[in-house]
């Protein structure tokens, strides 16, 4: 039920997704590749409808009504053509299949309700605290404990804003929550617009999945000795898909940080194996060392890289990247094809800019530290600019110039 849907909608298996070149436009964001597309979602129900079909012509060759009914009726399987087959000759799957003497009252499935917790998460608390923000649009803002238990903390929350506002969301900070300790995983998953979740201390794996415009801060104590870029404050897999928002993270993350990130942007002191990877769109900021293999499958979005030992290039999978210096605003002004015109801004704006918010949101000494002396530490960044998104840049800054003209004219 995964490669068929996709077949149905055009795909014709050419094991191109990684390189943007799919010639039917499923996997790529060449617009003109795009535009081949043919797909409808009609397509996949007629298809569906198909499979349900044949799966009823099935079940009344056997007797059989309702898929309830085939659950636990091994005596239905047919390992005729398993066993015959060389490679699995000689094979007796009867323990397996065995069906126990069951009388006719007790059930074969769903024997009890599975407990996921739910009636138990901390957003049921959160979601009361805040009401007034979610009912009057009013600011809101409390400290609160959380523990590695409080899993997916703020996720009900969001969905309680989404429910309300859509994807817009609230205005920015109306919702800002800060915590003390240590979250467990998924932390802050598709935070909506609005909503800050101030973390003192550390967490988990999948911090900020799905990030959908609202802000993640992990910072560390006052108390604090240590410096940023030389302790683990996140676990891996921190921003999952995220689409939209900010992180700004006091310490290192783990592996596969920002993998398949869509939009967001980032700051981090340090990253392990694969930064970056598949990621689409969106701003990371690393302020320490990275792993190895970063960048691998980058096809979108803007990476700098603070790299004052010049050590990070053998890191680096520059495959479908280049790695290039930051210039400064007047001299990317003067290099039109440097510039990142769906941002608006040059490399040296966006890049200060959220290094200064890092440092107001997390108090980073290793933001001071660049800040101080922001003439010469601004040369020791990398830029890491996907080929692909260089390309499509271009053509819609050209696209943007040859259109101007024709709006004077008109």
């Known amino acids: 039920f995964a490669t068929a849907p996709l077949v149905v909608e055009g795909c014709i298996m050419m094991r191109k997704c990684h390189l943007n070149t799919c010639p039917v436009g ?124 409080n899993r997916t903390v703020g996720t009900m929350l969001s969905a309680e804003v989404a429910r309300r506002y859509g994807h817009e969301g609230l205005p920015d900070d109306t919702i800002h929550i800060q915590f003390q300790g240590t979250a467990g995983q998924s932390f802050g998953a598709f935070l909506a617009h609005g909503i800050t979740l ?42 999952y898909g995220a689409i939209a928002g900010e992180a700004y993270f006091n310490g290192v993350a783990g592996e596969r940080f920002a993998v398949r990130l869509s939009g967001a942007s980032a700051v981090v002191e340090g990253t392990g194996d694969h930064g970056c990877e598949y990621m689409t769109k969106g701003t990371v900021v690393v302020l320490g060392g990275t792993g190895r293999n970063f960048a691998a499958g980058m096809s979108g979005g803007i990476a700098f890289v603070y790299d004052p030992d010049g050590d990070f290039a053998p890191r680096c999978n520059t495959s479908m990247v280049a790695l290039e210096a930051v210039l400064t605003s007047q001299e990317q002004q003067e290099r039109v094809d440097q510039a990142i015109w769906h941002l608006g801004e040059t490399d040296e704006f966006i890049l200060r800019d959220l290094i200064e918010k890092h440092f107001r949101y997390t108090g980073s000494f290793r933001a001071r530290e660049i800040l101080h002396d922001w003439p010469n530490k601004r040369t020791r960044f990398v830029k890491v600019f996907p080929h692909e998104y260089r390309r499509a840049l271009k053509e819609l800054h050209q696209a943007q110039r040859t259109a101007e003209p024709k709006k004077l004219a008109a």
Request: overall charge positive; charged content about 30%; some cysteine.
């Open 198 to 239: 101030d973390l003192v201390g550390d967490a988990n794996d999948y911090t900020g999945k799905g990030l959908s415009g609202g802000r993640v801060i992990v910072r560390s104590p006052n108390d604090f000795r240590g410096f940023g870029p030389e302790h683990i404050i996140v676990g891996n897999t921190v921003l």
């Open 26 to 149: 499923v996997a790529t964001q060449d617009p003109v590749l795009r535009r081949r597309f043919k797909g409808q979602p009609e397509h996949v129900v007629n298809f569906f409808f198909f499979v349900a079909e044949e799966a009823r012509e099935i079940m009344a060759q056997l007797g059989i009504r309702k898929f309830g009914e085939l659950i636990g009726r091994a005596d239905l399987l047919d390992m005729r053509k398993g066993v015959e087959h060389w490679k699995a000759r000689g094979l007796d799957f009867s323990r397996i299949f065995h069906q126990p003497p069951m009388p006719p009252e007790v059930a074969r499935h769903h024997c009890e309700t599975q407990d996921h917790g739910l009636d138990r998460a901390l957003d049921h608390r959160l979601i009361a605290q805040v009401a007034p923000a979610l009912e009057r649009r009013e600011r809101v803002s409390f400290i609160s404990p959380i523990r590695n238990v």
